[in-house]
Every structure is written in C-alpha cells, then in structure tokens.
C-alpha cells in the first residue's frame, strides 16, 4: 500500500509515477472522496468536541444542584449526531482504503521505462547454450518415457497437472534438497516450513488481494481460507504486526512449498507440460531489511538465485524488467530466464522483486530504528530460489542425450544415489 501522507500531498505526483506502469488513476475522483472525507473528519471533531464540553457542562450543573435538563437533551442530541457523522466517516475511510489496496507499487527510478516484456533489458548471461548436436527432445517427450504422467493426472485432477514417478519423483525432490542446502548452508538462510492454507488478511497483507482474487483457490469455510499461490504468503507474514529489534535485521527466509494458482489469465498459455500449472513446488526466498539496505538486499536475493543455476550448469539471462512489465507489489524486479533448447529460447525461472515498504504497510511489518527510537516500516524482498518444476524441465532439456535419456547434473548426483543417468 502507498502511504496515505504522500497521496494526500502529492496525488498528482504519485498519479505520474503510477503511469509509469500504464495505470491511470482517477486523481479528481480520488481527490473528491478525500476531501469528503476531510469535511466529514472536521464535522465529527467539532461534534465530539461540543459534546464534551456540554458534558463538562452537566457535571457542573449537577455539582451545583442545577436543572440540567436542558444539557443533558442537548448531550444526547450531539451523540446522536456525532454517531451519524462517525458512521459516513467510517464509510468514506473505507472508500478510500479500498481505492489505495487497488493502487500498484511506485517504481524504482532505474526501472526501464516501457509498456510489456518486449522492453525489457537484458542485463548479463551465464553459459551461452551450446548445440547438442541432435534434434532437442522437448521436456514431455523425454519425461513420459521417464515417468511424467499427464494423462494420470488428468483423470485424478484435469489439465495443468503431473504425476512424477521413479527416478523422476526422486529428481525433483532431489532439487528441492539440493537448494535448501545450498540456501541454508552458504547463503545463510533460515529455513521455515510454513501453513499452506491462508486466511484473506496474508494476502492483502503482501498484495494478491484484492487485485488478484481469480488467480486463487479459494477453500470453503468459516473462516474461509486460500491455498497459497507462493510461500512468500506466509513467510513474509511472519513479520506481521511485528516491531523488530535493529539487531535482528536483515531476516533472511527460506521456504519450499507447493504453489497453487488458477492461472485464469494464462488460457491458451504453455498448454503442453510443466511450464504452466495449477499445482508446482518452488524453494521461495524471503528478505526483511532495513530500508537503507533493501537494494543491496535484491542484488543479494538474485545472486542466489543465480548460484542454483550455475551450480546445475543451466544456461541463463538476467532481466530487468520495465515500467509495464513489473508486478503489482514491486517496486523493481529482476527475472532469471533459463535456456530450453526444445523452444529455443530462454523461460522465467524466477523472479526477484524488492517491494520496499509497500508490503510491511499492509502488514504493519516495523523495526525499531536505534537512532530515533521509533518503529519505521521495514522493507521486504521476495524471489525463487528457484521454481523447481522449471528447474526439472530445464535439466531434462538441456542435459538430454540423442538416445531420450538424460544426463544427471554433477551437483545433483549424490541426492540421487550416485546416479549419473536417467534412461
């Protein structure tokens, strides 16, 4: 969420930094309710201040043996008056916070202007691809010769569903390991495991709700709760109505989780294999930092991200994505492409996002700064380190042999019982 102060000083000027990203926001409407508001908040403190002091006025009344009679219809009066105003002011304040929960991030000033994915920038590669010297296999073709089941899963569950199994299960759990090691060991991460079941506030706390509520499982219930889209739900609510001390800052969090996502807006999008489902694993990292530090942090966050990919050998991009292309909590974002040699071509594998204070305003997330001894809204950064059924595909690709078996990547070898190949 923007900060109130700053829309009601300079809505204009947030209005041209949200254009930035192609989002129009209606500052004569939005300027009509606040000052609604403002007179209705002038009303209501003139009416309680009246009451109190006829209220006053009633206490000396009776202290001298007066007839305030005439005080007290007048007291009652003002209160219900009061009430009245209070009620139109609760609405217009809720109004109000409705239209700020639909208003995105403000953008970095190093994020690339543009309007969608054709303007962003490449920023670094790792690894050019290397011809494999053979027609490139696409991951379903050499996965169902290896134990990757659509057609199962789509009598258990329909489309955008997998089962794994044999050697291909123990790949993809041997992914899962071989990250959180790496994240927990080298990168100094604190592994958590986490509710995958959320209640609404987590998720207007870090900004899928209300925007993105097509995108969620909602599970039945009272309360009623949604399968969590990204582990970055329930981390990053970890912090949630917290006042940090100084000393604990930077938090660093990892997670694996499933991910759950109805991808309403990605009909007709990756129908084939795993790029795209409902259901998929990934290893979420999660920063909490003071803010002076937070753009430190994302460069951090992306460099472990990265390491995943090198230490699997997988050719990769890096990606500053622009204005347009830039997700609605995130001030900026960097995306890891991986190379699939079947579409030749590079696909997301991650996306490391520094939110600033955007999230902890929601969250009320704070620490205790040392220096003024005041709680301030600490800043929270998110990627994936890395998604993992994209790492799967990636592998299978990239490490394919002519004859459809696979090659087992060096780092992942000894989760996989010293196993070399997958055939």
């Not at 009633?58 to 009652?76: I, R, S």
């Not at 981390?235 to 694996?256: C, M, S, W, Y």
């Amino acid at each position: 969420m923007l900060d109130p102060k700053l829309l009601r000083s300079d809505l204009t000027g947030v209005a041209a930094q949200l254009a930035r990203r192609g989002f129009v926001l209606d500052v004569v409407g939005f300027a009509a309710i606040e000052e609604r508001r403002k007179a209705v908040q002038i009303e209501a403190d003139r009416l309680r201040a009246e009451r109190n002091a006829n209220a006053k006025a009633v206490g000396f009344a009776k202290a001298k043996g007066q007839d305030c009679a005439a005080l007290l219809a007048t007291g009652e009066t003002l209160g219900v008056a009061l009430e009245g105003v209070s009620r139109q002011l609760e609405q217009l304040q809720t109004e109000l916070e409705n239209l700020q929960l639909g208003l995105p991030n403000i953008l970095h000033a190093s994020v690339p202007a543009g309007t969608d994915e054709a303007a962003n920038v490449e920023i670094r590669r790792w690894r050019e691809p290397a011809p494999l010297g053979f027609e490139p296999k696409d991951h379903v073709a050499l996965g169902e010769r290896l134990g990757m089941d659509f057609e199962a899963a789509g009598r258990i569950s329909g489309a955008r569903f997998v089962v794994l199994t044999g050697a291909l299960a123990r790949l993809h759990r041997s992914l899962v390991q071989f990250m959180l090691d790496l994240h927990t060991s080298e990168h100094g991460y604190c592994e958590a495991y986490v509710p995958y079941l959320v209640h609404a506030n987590a998720l207007v706390g870090t900004g899928q709700l209300p925007k993105f509520a097509q995108d969620l499982f909602a599970v039945g219930g009272d309360p009623g709760f949604f399968l969590i889209p990204t582990a970055e739900v329930p981390v990053t609510n970890l912090v949630r109505d917290q006042i940090l001390g100084g000393e604990t800052l930077p938090l660093k969090f990892v997670a694996h989780t499933p991910c759950f996502r109805s991808e309403a807006g990605a009909a007709g999008k990756d129908t084939r294999g795993m790029i795209r489902q409902h259901q998929f694993d990934k290893v979420e990292l999660v920063h909490i930092v003071r803010p002076e530090q937070s753009y430190e942090a994302l460069e951090q966050l992306t460099g472990h991200a990265e390491a995943v990919l090198r230490a699997l050998e997988l050719p990769y991009r890096v990606i500053a994505l622009c204005a347009g292309d830039v997700g609605f909590s995130s001030a900026k974002t960097y995306d890891l492409e991986v190379w699939l040699p079947s579409q030749q071509r590079y696909r997301e594998i991650s996306s490391c996002s520094n939110c600033e204070s955007f999230q902890a305003r929601r969250l009320q997330a704070r620490w205790r700064n040392p220096t003024t001894g005041k709680p301030e809204l600490v800043h929270t950064l998110n990627g994936s380190g890395v998604a993992v059924g994209r790492a799967l595909v990636a592998i299978l690709e990239n490490y394919q042999q002519a004859d459809g078996s696979v090659r087992i990547p060096t780092a992942l070898q000894r989760y996989m019982g010293g196993a070399v190949l997958l055939k």
